[in-house]
């Protein structure tokens, strides 16, 4: 079966970087049509979504956030990985790394909290 | 960016109640529009892909609608697990983008 399962720091301080790994099972980021999304909600706000890495390598990243966003996949050990640099207080969120196969993300990971505080 | 907007932001309803929520974009979209519910402290879980496809295992009592700019996501008799918050997303270029949330609290 699908899952997904995001891993990283719970708490970082501000002016740090973020790096959160998400690690798969069930599907191949090979696959035509293939993609892992990262979509983050801040606590009692929307979804908002922040960067995708598909199938071929191609990488597309919200236009906010693009100067500090950076994300990368490994195919062999089927992991995604985002890093946000620059992290401050209005970054805490619960980050969701998704899956999805040309239409909707039909599979999410269950979420990891991130809190920035000094 | 493409913008979504949905309507309302919160909705009181009872069970047994046919709800309607509606998702605007700013821009054209086809029917590249998805829907989302979540429960509070849960994941995101896909209803509803293509504007009217139903993911598999969903009940049948949601349904989706529209093309174009304009979208609505109706549940034909609310049951008690159906009181969450709702999203819709847009995957017809990136960046996609989300709507604000649609709150449906029980009356």
């Known amino acids: 079966q699908v899952t997904l399962r995001e891993s990283g720091p719970a708490l970082v301080k501000p002016t740090q970087t973020l790096t959160l790994t998400c690690t798969f099972s069930g599907f191949s980021l090979s696959t035509s049509g293939m993609s892992v999304s990262w979509i983050r909600q801040p606590p009692g706000k929307a979804l908002e979504w922040l960067a995708l890495i598909d199938w071929n390598d191609d990488k597309y990243f919200s236009t906010s956030l693009k100067t500090r966003l950076t994300i990368s996949k490994d195919t062999s050990k089927n992991q995604v990985v985002l890093t946000m640099t620059n992290m401050g207080p209005v970054d805490t969120a619960t980050f969701y790394c998704?899956?999805?196969?040309?239409?909707?993300?039909?599979?999410w990971g269950q979420g990891a909290l991130v809190t920035v505080s000094s | 960016d493409i913008q979504m907007t949905q309507s309302p932001s919160s909705l009181s309803a009872s069970v047994g109640d046919r709800v309607t929520i509606t998702c605007r974009a700013s821009q054209t979209i086809g029917r590249y529009l998805n829907w989302y519910q979540q429960r509070p402290g849960k994941a995101p879980k896909l209803l509803i892909y293509?504007?009217?496809r139903l993911q598999s295992g969903v009940p049948s009592r949601f349904s989706g609608s529209g093309s174009g700019t304009d979208f609505t996501l109706t549940i034909s008799s609310l049951q008690p697990e159906d009181f969450a918050t709702y999203y819709c997303?847009?995957?017809?270029?990136?960046?996609?983008?989300f709507g604000q949330g649609t709150n449906l609290e029980i009356k």
């Open positions: 998704a899956r999805s196969l040309y239409s909707g993300y039909d599979y």
């Open positions: 293509a504007a009217s």
């Open positions: 997303q847009q995957s017809y270029t990136t960046p996609y983008t």
